[in-house]
């Protein structure tokens, strides 16, 4: 089956720098690539994903770039503020086989004012 | 109400107890899940249900038992439960065909076994 290992498991950074959080999986057959968002007390929320035929995707100050060959994929936040501190999951599956979504082990993220 | 929600938020039962945790979605999704959160395992996935269907057993132990009498609501059956169970249960649901895969999770039950 699918694994998904997910670094770092924490990262502080400094209000208005960047974040950076990486993701490798193992099975190539994958091509949807979504990444949560879970604030503290929260339930996890999508925040943006990327599917296997394009290799970057934007969202206003977040980013996910994929490498299908090396089989790992990126988040990237740029001027981080203090909202962004929370816990990200990234998650691989292969769509047609459904909504089977293996999580990598999450990135607490703290963002110091 | 709109949403996916859970009840009870939280439940303290001891290991010989019966209890049921219940879920329902508001958005006309046909896909329902259960995914354990714990520290050891972030987020795990338990069962999966398309149009009421299981589809997926994620090698979960028997003390846990599912059920989904229609594609709105599902339930996790608990019996005999051990302390390592301690955990944040999350329901989801999503559209299984012709929507974006997106996962929306309700705010979970917290469960703690003495």
């Known amino acids: 089956g699918e694994n998904v290992e997910q670094h770092p498991s924490t990262l502080s950074v400094q209000e208005g720098d960047s974040a950076v959080i990486k993701c490798t999986y193992s099975?190539?057959?994958?091509?949807?690539f979504p990444w949560y968002k879970q604030e503290l007390g929260k339930r996890p929320q999508l925040i943006i994903d990327i599917r296997s035929n394009v290799g970057e995707k934007k969202d206003q100050r977040i980013a996910v770039t994929l490498n299908k060959t090396a089989k790992h994929f990126s988040l990237h936040i740029t001027e981080t503020q203090p909202e962004d501190s929370a816990v990200y999951f990234c998650a691989a599956s292969v769509e047609a086989a459904g909504n089977k979504l293996t999580f990598g082990g999450g990135t607490r993220v703290l963002v110091k004012p | 109400e709109t949403g996916v929600t859970q009840t009870p938020r939280h439940l303290v039962m001891g290991m010989t107890n019966k209890k049921s945790l219940k879920c329902e979605q508001h958005?006309?999704?046909?896909?329902m899940y259960w995914y354990k959160q714990s520290a050891k395992k972030p987020l795990e996935l338990m069962f999966v249900?398309?149009?009421?269907?299981?589809?997926e057993n994620n090698s979960v132990p028997s003390r846990f038992s599912p059920e989904c009498p229609n594609s709105s609501h599902l339930f996790l059956h608990l019996h005999t439960l051990q302390p390592e169970d301690s955990a944040l249960y999350l329901c989801?649901?999503?559209?299984?065909?012709?929507?974006?895969?997106?996962?929306?999770f309700g705010e979970g039950s917290r469960l703690t076994v003495l």
């Open positions: 989801a649901s999503s559209h299984v065909q012709g929507g974006t895969g997106e996962l929306f």
């Open positions: 958005l006309g999704h046909n896909a």
């Open positions: 249900y398309n149009f009421k269907e299981q589809t």
């Open positions: 099975d190539s057959a994958s091509n949807y």
